[in-house]
T-cell receptor
Framework: AQSVSQHNHHVILSEAASLELGCNYS??????LFWYVQYPGQHLQLLLKYFSGDPLVKGIKGFEAEFIKSKFSFNLRKPSVQWSDTAEYFC??????????FGDGTTLTVKP | SQTIHQWPATLVQPVGSPLSLECTVE??????LYWYRQAAGRGLQLLFYSVGIGQISSEVPQNLSASRPQDRQFILSSKKLLLSDSGFYLC????????????FGSGTRLTVV
Protein backbone atom coordinates (compact mmCIF):
# COMPACT_ATOMS: atom_id res chain seq x y z
CA ALA A 1 0.00 0.00 0.00
CA GLN A 2 1.13 3.51 -0.69
CA SER A 3 2.26 5.79 2.12
CA VAL A 4 3.05 9.48 2.43
CA SER A 5 5.66 10.99 4.74
CA GLN A 6 5.80 14.61 5.75
CA HIS A 7 9.11 15.24 7.42
CA ASN A 8 8.26 18.19 9.60
CA HIS A 9 5.47 18.06 12.13
CA HIS A 10 5.68 21.71 13.12
CA VAL A 11 7.53 24.54 11.37
CA ILE A 12 7.90 28.03 12.81
CA LEU A 13 9.04 30.88 10.56
CA SER A 14 9.17 34.64 10.61
CA GLU A 15 7.38 36.65 7.97
CA ALA A 16 9.28 36.96 4.70
CA ALA A 17 11.23 33.77 5.35
CA SER A 18 11.27 31.10 2.66
CA LEU A 19 9.31 27.91 3.13
CA GLU A 20 9.89 24.35 2.03
CA LEU A 21 7.78 21.49 3.36
CA GLY A 22 8.92 18.01 2.50
CA CYS A 23 6.71 15.24 1.19
CA ASN A 24 7.79 11.78 0.10
CA TYR A 25 5.58 8.94 -1.04
CA SER A 26 6.04 5.27 -1.61
CA UNK A 27 4.48 4.00 -4.82
CA UNK A 28 6.18 2.87 -7.97
CA UNK A 29 3.46 3.61 -10.49
CA UNK A 30 1.77 6.67 -11.91
CA UNK A 31 0.64 9.10 -9.25
CA UNK A 32 -1.44 12.20 -8.86
CA LEU A 33 -0.10 14.45 -6.13
CA PHE A 34 -1.80 17.11 -4.05
CA TRP A 35 -1.19 19.64 -1.33
CA TYR A 36 -4.12 20.67 0.83
CA VAL A 37 -4.27 23.47 3.38
CA GLN A 38 -6.45 23.95 6.43
CA TYR A 39 -6.48 27.49 7.78
CA PRO A 40 -7.63 27.93 11.38
CA GLY A 41 -11.37 27.46 11.59
CA GLN A 42 -11.77 26.67 7.90
CA HIS A 43 -12.32 23.64 5.68
CA LEU A 44 -9.52 21.61 4.18
CA GLN A 45 -9.00 23.00 0.69
CA LEU A 46 -6.89 22.15 -2.31
CA LEU A 47 -3.71 24.22 -2.62
CA LEU A 48 -2.25 22.69 -5.77
CA LYS A 49 -2.10 19.46 -7.72
CA TYR A 50 0.08 17.55 -10.15
CA PHE A 51 -1.01 14.81 -12.50
CA SER A 52 1.04 15.24 -15.67
CA GLY A 53 3.20 17.67 -17.62
CA ASP A 54 5.45 20.27 -16.07
CA PRO A 55 6.74 18.89 -12.76
CA LEU A 56 6.77 22.39 -11.28
CA VAL A 57 3.21 23.31 -10.43
CA LYS A 58 1.88 26.58 -9.11
CA GLY A 59 -1.04 26.95 -6.78
CA ILE A 60 -2.93 29.65 -5.00
CA LYS A 61 -1.35 32.36 -2.84
CA GLY A 62 2.13 32.06 -4.35
CA PHE A 63 2.73 28.43 -3.42
CA GLU A 64 4.46 26.01 -5.75
CA ALA A 65 5.54 22.39 -5.61
CA GLU A 66 8.02 20.33 -7.58
CA PHE A 67 7.49 16.69 -8.47
CA ILE A 68 10.79 14.82 -8.57
CA LYS A 69 9.98 11.32 -9.73
CA SER A 70 13.42 9.88 -9.01
CA LYS A 71 13.17 11.00 -5.40
CA PHE A 72 9.48 10.16 -4.95
CA SER A 73 9.08 13.69 -3.64
CA PHE A 74 6.60 16.53 -3.98
CA ASN A 75 7.90 19.36 -1.80
CA LEU A 76 5.90 22.52 -1.22
CA ARG A 77 7.64 25.91 -1.46
CA LYS A 78 6.94 29.57 -1.04
CA PRO A 79 9.65 32.24 -1.40
CA SER A 80 8.28 34.59 1.25
CA VAL A 81 5.67 33.56 3.80
CA GLN A 82 3.08 35.80 5.37
CA TRP A 83 1.37 35.64 8.74
CA SER A 84 -1.79 34.56 6.91
CA ASP A 85 -0.04 31.37 5.74
CA THR A 86 -0.30 30.01 9.27
CA ALA A 87 -2.17 26.75 8.73
CA GLU A 88 -1.86 22.99 8.60
CA TYR A 89 -0.60 21.55 5.32
CA PHE A 90 -1.26 18.03 4.06
CA CYS A 91 0.39 16.20 1.21
CA UNK A 92 -1.67 13.50 -0.53
CA UNK A 93 -1.13 10.85 -3.18
CA UNK A 94 -3.83 9.43 -5.38
CA UNK A 95 -3.07 6.11 -6.97
CA UNK A 96 -6.04 3.81 -7.23
CA UNK A 97 -9.68 4.43 -8.04
CA UNK A 98 -9.53 8.04 -6.91
CA UNK A 99 -8.58 7.29 -3.31
CA UNK A 100 -6.03 9.57 -1.70
CA UNK A 101 -3.53 8.68 0.99
CA PHE A 102 -2.60 11.62 3.20
CA GLY A 103 0.49 12.47 5.16
CA ASP A 104 0.24 13.31 8.86
CA GLY A 105 0.33 17.03 8.14
CA THR A 106 2.69 19.89 8.94
CA THR A 107 1.61 22.78 11.12
CA LEU A 108 3.12 26.03 9.92
CA THR A 109 3.25 28.99 12.30
CA VAL A 110 4.36 32.30 10.84
CA LYS A 111 5.38 34.94 13.36
CA PRO A 112 4.57 38.53 12.41
CA SER B 1 -20.90 25.57 -8.68
CA GLN B 2 -20.44 22.43 -6.64
CA THR B 3 -20.98 22.47 -2.90
CA ILE B 4 -20.86 19.85 -0.20
CA HIS B 5 -22.88 19.90 2.99
CA GLN B 6 -22.09 17.92 6.07
CA TRP B 7 -23.98 17.85 9.35
CA PRO B 8 -24.10 18.09 12.24
CA ALA B 9 -21.01 20.15 13.01
CA THR B 10 -20.67 18.73 16.50
CA LEU B 11 -22.20 15.76 18.22
CA VAL B 12 -21.93 14.31 21.71
CA GLN B 13 -23.28 10.79 22.01
CA PRO B 14 -23.24 8.20 24.81
CA VAL B 15 -21.48 4.89 24.40
CA GLY B 16 -23.79 2.32 22.86
CA SER B 17 -26.00 4.83 21.07
CA PRO B 18 -26.50 4.84 17.29
CA LEU B 19 -24.90 7.29 14.89
CA SER B 20 -25.91 8.83 11.61
CA LEU B 21 -23.83 11.50 9.87
CA GLU B 22 -25.03 12.82 6.55
CA CYS B 23 -23.23 14.35 3.61
CA THR B 24 -24.79 15.72 0.44
CA VAL B 25 -23.25 17.17 -2.69
CA GLU B 26 -24.84 19.73 -5.00
CA UNK B 27 -24.00 20.83 -8.50
CA UNK B 28 -22.50 17.63 -9.87
CA UNK B 29 -23.61 14.14 -10.76
CA UNK B 30 -22.04 10.73 -10.14
CA UNK B 31 -19.36 12.02 -7.78
CA UNK B 32 -16.92 9.79 -5.97
CA LEU B 33 -17.68 10.15 -2.27
CA TYR B 34 -15.41 9.55 0.71
CA TRP B 35 -15.53 9.41 4.51
CA TYR B 36 -12.28 10.20 6.33
CA ARG B 37 -11.44 10.46 10.01
CA GLN B 38 -8.91 13.06 11.05
CA ALA B 39 -6.96 12.52 14.25
CA ALA B 40 -4.82 15.29 15.71
CA GLY B 41 -1.30 15.00 14.37
CA ARG B 42 -2.15 11.83 12.48
CA GLY B 43 -3.46 13.01 9.15
CA LEU B 44 -6.56 11.65 7.48
CA GLN B 45 -7.56 8.01 7.49
CA LEU B 46 -9.86 6.80 4.72
CA LEU B 47 -12.83 4.93 6.15
CA PHE B 48 -15.15 4.40 3.17
CA TYR B 49 -15.47 5.41 -0.42
CA SER B 50 -18.17 5.07 -3.03
CA VAL B 51 -18.12 5.33 -6.81
CA GLY B 52 -21.90 4.99 -7.24
CA ILE B 53 -25.28 4.36 -5.62
CA GLY B 54 -25.13 1.35 -3.37
CA GLN B 55 -21.42 0.81 -4.03
CA ILE B 56 -19.42 1.06 -0.81
CA SER B 57 -15.83 0.04 -0.18
CA SER B 58 -14.51 -0.19 3.34
CA GLU B 59 -10.88 0.57 3.99
CA VAL B 60 -10.49 -0.43 7.62
CA PRO B 61 -12.38 -2.86 9.84
CA GLN B 62 -14.31 -0.93 12.44
CA ASN B 63 -17.53 -0.25 14.20
CA LEU B 64 -18.85 1.98 11.43
CA SER B 65 -20.71 1.47 8.17
CA ALA B 66 -21.58 3.67 5.20
CA SER B 67 -24.42 3.83 2.72
CA ARG B 68 -25.17 5.72 -0.46
CA PRO B 69 -28.92 5.69 -0.99
CA GLN B 70 -28.86 8.44 -3.62
CA ASP B 71 -26.29 9.67 -6.11
CA ARG B 72 -25.28 12.68 -4.07
CA GLN B 73 -25.92 11.43 -0.53
CA PHE B 74 -23.44 9.60 1.65
CA ILE B 75 -24.23 8.46 5.18
CA LEU B 76 -21.92 7.26 7.93
CA SER B 77 -23.56 5.09 10.58
CA SER B 78 -23.03 2.99 13.62
CA LYS B 79 -25.44 0.80 15.54
CA LYS B 80 -23.55 1.13 18.82
CA LEU B 81 -20.87 3.75 19.36
CA LEU B 82 -17.63 3.03 21.16
CA LEU B 83 -15.40 5.51 22.97
CA SER B 84 -12.79 4.94 20.28
CA ASP B 85 -15.19 6.27 17.64
CA SER B 86 -14.63 9.80 18.90
CA GLY B 87 -12.94 11.98 16.33
CA PHE B 88 -13.33 14.45 13.51
CA TYR B 89 -15.14 13.02 10.50
CA LEU B 90 -14.80 14.52 7.06
CA CYS B 91 -16.83 13.89 3.96
CA UNK B 92 -15.34 14.65 0.56
CA UNK B 93 -16.22 14.32 -3.09
CA UNK B 94 -14.19 14.15 -6.26
CA UNK B 95 -14.72 13.65 -9.93
CA UNK B 96 -14.14 10.18 -11.31
CA UNK B 97 -10.52 9.07 -10.73
CA UNK B 98 -9.88 12.16 -8.59
CA UNK B 99 -7.84 14.01 -11.19
CA UNK B 100 -8.81 17.37 -9.75
CA UNK B 101 -8.52 16.72 -6.03
CA UNK B 102 -11.09 16.51 -3.29
CA UNK B 103 -13.59 19.03 -2.07
CA PHE B 104 -14.14 18.58 1.64
CA GLY B 105 -17.12 19.25 3.84
CA SER B 106 -16.82 21.23 7.04
CA GLY B 107 -16.55 18.11 9.20
CA THR B 108 -18.30 16.68 12.26
CA ARG B 109 -16.65 16.62 15.67
CA LEU B 110 -17.96 13.47 17.37
CA THR B 111 -17.41 12.93 21.07
CA VAL B 112 -18.54 9.64 22.54
CA VAL B 113 -19.00 9.83 26.31
Amino acid sequence: AQSVSQHNHHVILSEAASLELGCNYSYGGTVNLFWYVQYPGQHLQLLLKYFSGDPLVKGIKGFEAEFIKSKFSFNLRKPSVQWSDTAEYFCAVNTNAGKSTFGDGTTLTVKP
Amino acid sequence: SQTIHQWPATLVQPVGSPLSLECTVEGTSNPNLYWYRQAAGRGLQLLFYSVGIGQISSEVPQNLSASRPQDRQFILSSKKLLLSDSGFYLCAWSREMNNYGYTFGSGTRLTVV
